[in-house]
């Protein structure tokens, strides 16, 4: 369920929504189908050529419908005032129930989920940044996702394509955005620093820049790797599409390890 590719270069790929395994002990779901509609498809495949950066990656194979790793543990939101969905979420990001009828996962059912899949993910997680930190001066945990380029409960219009997130500046040093953000500008794509996306609950909780450890999230629109088809879900792997997204993001995450060896 939780899988850790061990690197020795500064940098961590964190990869928590690309899952869609729904275990047997999960009941009262709609339809498996829909539990695994708001899935980061494919993004454990977009970055593969991690590996090659001898970056540490991490990711989940359990659907983010059963519990979301990328959520706030206590429930607090991550965005006051914006819908979004909780931490084992109840709604797709249209809207639609994924329980059935008075099937909702209560307080008990919540808490085996924690205890069973979120728990692991942010041991695993933990275990990593606080071995590479002890390798190296700083490291970047880079925290991979992507979303259906159109969704209107989420956002207005067309999401651009690369989505930088750095809750705000806190949670990486300033020359790492600018790293990221000048590989964006020389791209045919569009891209945003703190947009709708700003990072999750990965980015803000284990940043820690000041003692060298710098967290960033990359929300990509699917359209950027994938062509996104409105009524035939899920779209296929495809391949020319992608390998044009990973002439941008193999720089980015170069960039994210000569940052981070660059602060020694």
């Not at 369920?1 to 009262?28: F, Y």
């Not at 194979?61 to 965005?79: A, C, E, F, K, Q």
């Not at 997680?125 to 969704?151: F, G, K, M, N, T």
């Not at 909780?205 to 699917?222: C, F, N, S, W």
Request: glycine share 6%; aromatic share 8%.
């Amino acid at each position: 369920m939780i899988h850790v590719e061990q690197g020795g270069s500064p940098l961590i790929v964190s990869i928590p929504h690309a899952g869609t395994e729904i275990p047997s002990d999960i009941h009262g779901l709609v339809s498996p189908e829909l539990a695994r509609h708001d899935a980061d498809l494919y993004v454990d495949h977009l970055y593969a050529f991690a590996r090659d950066l001898d970056a540490t990656i991490v990711r989940t194979s359990i659907s983010r419908t059963v519990i979301d790793v990328n959520r706030d543990p206590s429930g607090h939101t991550l965005y006051p005032g914006q819908f979004t969905t909780g931490l084992c979420p109840i709604q797709t990001f249209d809207g639609t129930p994924l329980y059935e009828p008075g099937a909702l996962p209560d307080e008990h059912e919540v808490a085996r989920r924690r205890a069973e899949w979120f728990a692991p993910y942010h041991t695993a997680l933990a275990i990593q940044i606080e071995r590479l930190r002890a390798l190296h001066p700083a490291i970047v945990v880079y925290d991979a996702h992507s979303i259906r380029s159109v969704v209107p409960k989420l956002f207005d219009g067309e999401l651009p394509n690369f989505n930088i997130g750095t809750n705000d500046g806190a949670s990486c040093a300033p020359a790492l955005t600018q790293a990221v953000e000048a590989i964006c500008d020389a791209s045919p794509y569009s891209h945003i620093v703190n947009g709708r996306f700003k990072g999750g609950w990965i980015t803000r909780h284990y940043a820690r820049p000041d003692e060298g450890v710098h967290t960033i999230q990359m929300e990509l629109a699917m359209r950027t790797y994938l062509v996104e088809t409105p009524g035939h879900w899920p779209p296929p792997w495809h391949q020319e599409t992608a390998q044009a997204c990973q002439s941008v993001l193999r720089p980015i995450l170069s960039a994210a390890i000569d940052f981070a060896k660059a602060q020694a």
